[in-house]
């Protein structure tokens, strides 16, 4: 069965830093990648998505993931947090076949200081 | 907001009851999954439904159960509560257009279940 990986548990950053967060998934085959958001108080939202093409995606609020087939990892980077930006993020995969289990990280809070 | 609704809010059972949550896909979704996040966690897959049948199923007991509606609403079931059963209950609507397929899931605020 497929695992996903997310190393920090909580990061913290003063606003204008730059952020990175480690997801690494086991799963040999061909797979579908996401990351969640959950801002406080809030539905858990998608954030972006990696289905195939390039491997660099873009996502909503200035944040980007690169997927890295070789190492099995689909990190998290935004270049300059906001403290709005304050919230848990979840990776989570789905296999191409048999898409309709999500499998998430436990996640990592990011805490962002004004 | 997702247009995903789900009721109750909170919910506090004893071990060994039963307890049924619910939940409102998006207006012109078709398919429901159910995610259990315990404390510190992810969130798990239990099941989906798809055109009011289980379209998959993750490592949970029988004694979760689902049903969809013909409206495409949902619930879950869970009978023999256990202290472990304690988390927030998640769904998320779709729109899938065949059974093995994937399209983005819309999530709900949850249910939090505590169980005594």
């Known amino acids: 069965a497929q695992s996903v990986s997310q190393h920090n548990h909580h990061v913290i950053l003063s606003e204008a830093a730059s952020l990175e967060l480690g997801c690494n998934y086991s799963?040999?085959?061909?797979?579908?990648l996401f990351w969640y958001v959950q801002y406080p108080g809030q539905h858990l939202q998608l954030l972006l998505k990696?289905?195939?093409?390039?491997?660099l995606v873009k996502g909503i609020k200035g944040f980007e993931a690169e997927f890295i087939k070789s190492k099995f990892s689909f990190n998290l980077r935004k270049p300059s947090v906001q403290w709005s930006d304050t919230a848990e993020y979840f990776c989570?995969?789905?296999?191409?076949?048999?898409?309709?289990?999500?499998?998430f990280g436990k996640g990592t809070k990011l805490s962002v200081i004004p | 907001e997702t247009g995903v609704t789900q009721s109750p809010t909170h919910l506090i059972k004893t071990r060994g009851q039963q307890v049924t949550l619910r939940c409102s896909s998006q207006?012109?979704?078709?398919?429901v999954s159910w995610y259990q996040q315990a404390l510190g966690q992810g969130p798990q897959f239990i099941f989906q439904?798809?055109?009011?049948?289980?379209?998959g199923r993750g490592n949970f007991p029988p004694r979760f159960s689902g049903l969809q509606f013909p409206n495409y609403s949902s619930e879950l079931n869970v009978n023999a509560l256990e202290l472990d059963d304690s988390a927030l209950y998640l769904c998320?609507?779709?729109?899938?257009?065949?059974?093995?397929?994937?399209?983005?899931?819309?999530f709900g605020p949850g249910t939090r279940l505590t169980v005594l």
């Open positions: 989570a995969v789905i296999p191409e076949a048999g898409s309709y289990q999500l499998t």
């Open positions: 998320a609507s779709s729109l899938l257009v065949n059974r093995g397929g994937y399209n983005e899931q819309f």
């Open positions: 207006s012109g979704h078709n398919t």
């Open positions: 990696y289905f195939s093409g390039d491997p």
């Open positions: 799963y040999g085959g061909t797979v579908n």
């Open positions: 439904y798809y055109r009011e049948e289980e379209n």
